[in-house]
């Protein structure tokens, strides 16, 4: 049986116990604020981020990895007998899946192999978790690439954002002009349709509201949810956390419901109190 080392980035969203425990190698995004750069994950936190963005007034600029630390990974595991997976931050929110496309073309398929997730945060996480699955019960390159880019139109990622002021200096999502949230006290929905962030719906008042129509969706879903894992992925909305878990065990059966953090490139653009329930469909249906 090959071996077979599964790379992603940070924006996945996992927890450092879950890449250690699928054997998963992640490596950093950058972000630049008041002049200075960090590695997200290594140098700063979320937590960290809007201290940063409170102290000096500005929203932090995000970049992608950059090609000689795709380089110096794929080496490393090639020169180890591995092959070599990657999948990160989908081709419509980073530079970074284009890089790594890039430097994969200089390998051979057998050896480097790239996937467009089309996602982000631990709608990442989840398509790297069944790629670890696959490759665990013994799956060869070839089938875990086929098998995972299957699931990429099942991931289900919705959020709720709690100030659009991040979202919309981030440019990612249309509709989110900031007296849009303002004024009309808007908890907008977000939603990755394929492979770009929507605002899906714009529920009004209290911030409980937004966090019943992620429910909503959950139970729309909830006999074709995938029984592996459901992921409640945040930026500083702990207390949201247990509300959601709770709710969650009502609707769905699942071997585990995750809480993850958002990262601080995710945090970047997303902003303090977001929260969302990911997952990922059994099957599509019309």
Wanted: charge should be positive.
């Amino acid at each position: 049986m090959n071996k077979i080392k599964i790379i992603t980035d940070y924006t996945a969203d996992l927890t450092p116990e879950i890449y250690k425990r699928f054997d998963i190698d992640a490596i950093p995004l950058y972000l630049t604020i008041a002049g200075k750069t960090y590695k997200d994950h290594v140098d700063i936190t979320s937590q960290e981020l809007y201290r940063l963005v409170d102290e000096f007034k500005e929203l932090p600029r995000t970049s992608a990895v950059n090609p000689v630390v795709f380089i110096e990974i794929f080496n490393k595991w090639l020169d180890l007998g591995y092959q070599v997976l990657y999948m990160g931050l989908g081709s419509g929110f980073s530079a970074t899946y284009q890089t790594a496309r890039l430097v994969a073309s200089e390998y051979s398929p057998n050896q480097v192999r790239v996937i467009d997730s089309q996602n982000l945060s631990s709608g990442v996480g989840l398509l790297v978790l069944k790629a670890a699955k696959f490759r665990d019960q013994g799956d060869d390159l070839d089938t875990i690439v086929r098998k995972v880019k299957a699931l990429i139109p099942l991931v289900r990622t919705q959020f709720s954002i709690n100030t659009l002021s991040y979202l919309h200096k981030g440019g990612r999502c249309s509709g989110t002009a900031r007296i849009f949230g303002t004024l009309l006290k808007v908890k907008p929905i977000i939603r990755v349709i394929d492979g770009e962030m929507v605002v899906a719906k714009k529920p009004r008042g209290k911030y409980q509201v937004a966090l019943q129509v992620l429910l909503d969706y959950l139970n729309h879903d909830k006999d074709n949810v995938d029984p592996d894992n459901i992921m409640i992925t945040h930026s500083l909305a702990d207390e949201d956390v247990v509300f959601l878990r709770q709710e969650i065990k009502k609707i769905v059966k699942v071997d585990n419901i995750l809480e993850t953090k958002a990262s601080a490139v995710i945090s970047a653009h997303c902003g303090p109190r977001t929260i969302g329930i990911l997952y990922i469909l059994k099957e599509k249906k019309a």
